[in-house]
């Protein structure tokens, strides 16, 4: 059990690489092994939401002035929502693709060019899921203030809908979960970090005037704020293992299911043309 679980942090576990990349455009729950036009459909709708709410965060404000919306740039929320925008619109990008490619005869996925980001909307995909719920989480339990923050529909949508997106299209995707990929989300707040102390510095104040972007990222008391991000870190590391678990889960559920045919890793027998689901495959997988 053990030597299993060190095995999930060797260095192909922290890669980005893949031996199917149409994993990464088939839906979980799908009867065909080919781009269902219905994911499709459901993808182009989450860019359209994720888009449409982006743009709105920066132009709905309570003052037109110009620092007050350039101050738009200094959270870590409207970062985390910007990294779910973006992954959402690399999603919708590869299947499209994708779907455009199969109707061309004969397919073949080594050449279609919709594979080329893979690695990155799955590094993204890992940050905005995990940023979402770190996001809400300490949101809602250490910042959220009712006489600062009044609970209207864009607090929500920015501090509790993101982690509800994310996570519902977590349990539809295909593409495995990696506890090694923990390390792209730490490396997200790491970066979020420095440039709040830069900030800080620099004399740089929040929305409200403070000389802190976020009560708890007081950099005047570096020794406390720095065991908040240590804190941050392991939260981060713990939230990446549920997914696993989650995702271990999920392909649990797909196997009992049986809603497609699938081929072990291991066989002999040739590979199918398309998409092989791995969420039905090495169910005892640990």
């Known amino acids: 059990m053990l030597s299993k679980w060190k095995n999930k942090f060797t260095s192909q576990e922290f890669g980005l690489t ?25 993808r182009w709708l989450v860019v359209i939401y994720f888009i449409t709410t982006w743009l709105l965060s920066i132009l709905i404000v309570k003052t037109k002035t110009d620092s007050y919306q350039l101050k738009w740039l200094i959270y870590l929320t409207h970062w985390g929502y910007t990294t779910c925008t973006f992954q959402a619109l690399l999603a919708a990008f590869m299947l499209t693709s994708c779907v455009l490619a199969h109707k061309k005869k004969p397919y073949k996925p080594s050449k279609d060019g919709a594979f080329t980001c893979y690695k990155l909307y799955w590094a993204f995909n890992t940050i905005a899921t995990v940023l979402a719920c770190v996001i809400t989480i300490v949101y809602w339990s250490f910042i959220y203030n009712p006489a600062k923050n009044p609970l209207d529909v864009m607090n929500f949508i920015l501090h509790g809908m993101n982690t509800v997106l994310m996570l519902f299209d977590f349990w539809l995707v295909s593409h495995p979960t990696r506890i090694a990929h923990c390390i ?58 549920f997914f696993f678990l989650m995702y271990l889960l999920k392909k649990r559920v797909h196997k009992k299911l049986g809603r497609r045919k699938s081929i072990e890793l291991n066989s002999s027998s040739p590979r199918c043309d398309g998409y092989v689901n791995e969420a039905v495959i090495a169910g005892d997988e640990v």
């Not at 893949?18 to 459901?42: A, G, M, R």
């Not at 990222?217 to 908040?228: D, I």
């Open 18 to 42: 893949h031996k199917d990349p149409e994993i990464f455009v088939i839906c979980q729950w799908q009867h065909k092994n080919t781009p269902s036009i219905w994911y499709l459909l459901y």
């Open 184 to 241: 792209y989300p730490m490396m997200f707040v790491t970066v979020y970090a420095i440039f709040s102390v830069i900030y800080y510095l620099a004399g740089g104040t929040s929305r409200d005037g403070t000389d802190y972007i976020y009560p708890i990222l007081k950099w005047e008391l570096p020794f406390r704020t720095l065991l908040v991000c240590a804190g941050v870190g392991i939260f981060i590391f713990a939230l990446q293992t």
